[in-house]
């Protein structure tokens, strides 16, 4: 199973970290499932993202779920504009793992 999700639906600017935490625990509960073959965060039509939004959405997503299962199933759609955050928050908490 493959699933699409769409961050647009939380709006156009994804600036705080209860945003993050919202989303992440809907996401994590899915990046868990067997059947799941991948995962794609859609950010098409969003505008803006801030450190803390993703450090809480997806930094801590590194921090509970095993690297193997993040990079297998976890995909980005549409996230040119946001790379640059993206980047440094998954970089960031990779490095700081044991």
Same mark, same amino acid.
């Given at each position: 199973?493959?699933? %699409? ?6 709006? =156009? ?10 989303? &992440?625990?809907? #996401? +994590?509960?899915?990046?868990?499932? &067997?059947? %799941?073959?991948?995962?794609?965060? =859609?950010?098409? +039509? $969003?505008? #803006? $993202? ?8 997806? +930094? ?7 690297? !193997?299962?993040?990079?297998?199933? #976890? &995909?980005?759609?549409? !996230? ?12 960031? &908490? ?5």
């Amino acid at each position: 199973m493959k699933e %699409l999700y769409k961050l647009i639906t939380f709006g =156009d600017t994804l600036a705080t970290r209860k945003q993050g935490l919202d989303i &992440r625990l809907q #996401l +994590g509960t899915k990046l868990q499932d &067997r059947n %799941l073959e991948h995962l794609t965060l =859609d950010f098409e +039509g $969003v505008e #803006l $993202v801030t450190h803390g939004f993703i450090d809480e959405l997806l +930094g801590k997503l590194i921090d509970d779920i095993d690297s !193997s299962t993040l990079n297998n199933k #976890l &995909r980005f759609k549409s !996230s040119e504009k946001h790379n640059r955050v993206i980047n440094y928050v998954i970089e960031d &908490r990779w490095k700081n793992i044991d």
